[in-house]
């Protein structure tokens, strides 16, 4: 069964840092892209950033790039998503979310989902 | 960049058939492929419809996928509704360098 364990969310002021991190199981994990997808709290999903099965590309949205980093540890089966610099509009749930293949196109497609970590950014 | 436009929402009553549209704004539907996602209140996304008409496995047959060049939009068509369905339903597609989202479609079974 394939599972997805986001952790690391938590309350924080604007201009501070958080590590999102994704323990994933059940899937050969340095096999797939995987992605970080927000929700603020009663919209839609935006995408945040996108990382290789390897590691060497990553593409972030513009709302965050220079802010942002994603990376991924393959001996220990978990993605990470490093936050800087956060804002208000930072504030929602960040979703992990497994690729079907391991670069583009495919790292674009999504079929598994983790449960999600809230992130709330307030002074 | 490209949209995806969605309805705000529909209605529609159990056993029925109902079409969810997701139009592309520019580029052709047909150039990268389309994801649908559904999320139920309270919880996190699940994936119903990925590469513009594929099941995920365990996912109902009910739901399918196809686009239409014409009117340059994907469709997620859910047969004999049921309770269960009413949910959030997301389309996405892709470019070089983005994921696109569309604003998502509220699904109430009447």
């Known amino acids: 069964e394939v599972q997805l364990v986001e952790s690391g969310g938590g309350l924080l002021q604007p201009g501070g840092s958080l590590r999102l991190s994704c323990e994933v199981s059940g899937f050969i994990f340095r096999s797939y892209a995987m992605s970080w997808v927000r929700q603020a709290p009663g919209k839609g999903l935006e995408w945040v950033s996108v990382i290789t099965d390897s590691g060497d590309d990553t593409k972030s949205a513009d709302s965050v790039r220079g802010r942002f980093i994603i990376s991924r540890d393959n001996s220990k089966n978990t993605l990470y998503l490093q936050m800087n610099s956060l804002r208000d509009e930072d504030t929602a749930v960040y979703y992990c979310a497994k690729g079907v293949g391991s670069s583009y196109p495919q790292s674009r497609v999504i079929d598994y989902w983790g449960q999600g970590t809230l992130v709330t950014v307030s002074s | 960049n490209f949209m995806l436009t969605q309805p705000h929402s529909v209605l529609e009553s159990p056993g029925k058939t109902v079409t969810i549209s997701c139009t592309r704004s520019s580029g052709s539907i047909a150039s990268n492929s389309v994801q649908w996602y559904q999320q139920r209140p309270g919880s996190s996304p699940s994936t119903v419809i990925y590469e513009n008409y594929q099941r995920p496995s365990g996912v109902s047959d009910r739901f399918s996928g196809s686009i239409d060049r014409s009117s340059n939009s994907a469709s997620l068509i859910i047969s004999g509704i049921k309770t269960e369905d009413e949910a959030d339903y997301y389309c996405?597609?892709?470019?070089?360098?983005?994921?696109?989202f569309g604003g998502g479609t509220r699904l109430t079974v009447l």
């Open positions: 996405q597609s892709y470019d070089s360098n983005n994921v696109i």
